[in-house]
């Protein structure tokens, strides 16, 4: 168990510079192939996904509220279905956002541009958000 604790903090190093580097290396390639749309559309993003994101956030914000209200009256389990509801919300918002950001850009790609508009700048930092 503890050789699998220290690969995975190995790999974790590896996939931090991948994450830091990938995006500025697949920007100076955008900027390249002179696809400009693609870095003023993630720039947009940026900007956007925090606003939109939050308002879409809003209703599992009340489901975790409610949860928290059950628990405190002494319905246990209704709490941690209603707090599980509040977490399914949040994964399925996650999926459905990066599903729609990579076919916004799979669909405007050509075969020459779709390593770097994979791991544009400003795509990671949309899902973080």
Same mark, same amino acid.
């Given at each position: 168990?503890r050789? @699998?604790?220290?690969?995975?903090?190995?790999?974790?190093?590896?996939?931090i510079?991948? +994450?830091?580097?990938?995006?500025?290396? #697949?920007?100076?390639?955008?900027?390249?192939?002179?696809e400009?749309?693609?870095?003023? @559309?993630?720039?947009?993003?940026?900007?956007?996904?925090?606003?939109?994101?939050?308002?879409?956030?809003?209703? #599992? @914000?009340?489901?975790?509220?409610?949860?928290?209200?059950?628990?405190?009256?002494?319905h246990?389990?209704?709490?941690?279905?209603?707090?599980?509801?509040? +977490?399914?919300y949040?994964?399925?918002?996650?999926t459905?956002?990066?599903?729609?950001?990579?076919?916004?850009?799979? #669909?405007?790609?050509?075969?020459?541009?779709?390593?770097?508009?994979? +791991?544009?700048?400003?795509?990671?930092?949309?899902?973080?958000?």
């Amino acid at each position: 168990m503890r050789t @699998l604790g220290s690969l995975a903090a190995a790999l974790t190093g590896v996939f931090i510079l991948l +994450n830091t580097f990938g995006g500025i290396a #697949s920007g100076i390639w955008l900027v390249i192939l002179g696809e400009w749309w693609a870095i003023g @559309l993630g720039i947009v993003g940026i900007v956007a996904a925090h606003l939109i994101i939050s308002i879409a956030l809003l209703p #599992s @914000l009340g489901l975790g509220a409610a949860a928290y209200a059950a628990i405190q009256r002494g319905h246990r389990r209704g709490g941690m279905l209603i707090g599980a509801a509040s +977490n399914l919300y949040i994964a399925a918002l996650i999926t459905i956002w990066c599903i729609a950001i990579l076919g916004v850009f799979l #669909s405007r790609a050509t075969p020459r541009s779709w390593i770097p508009l994979l +791991n544009r700048p400003g795509f990671i930092g949309e899902l973080r958000t």
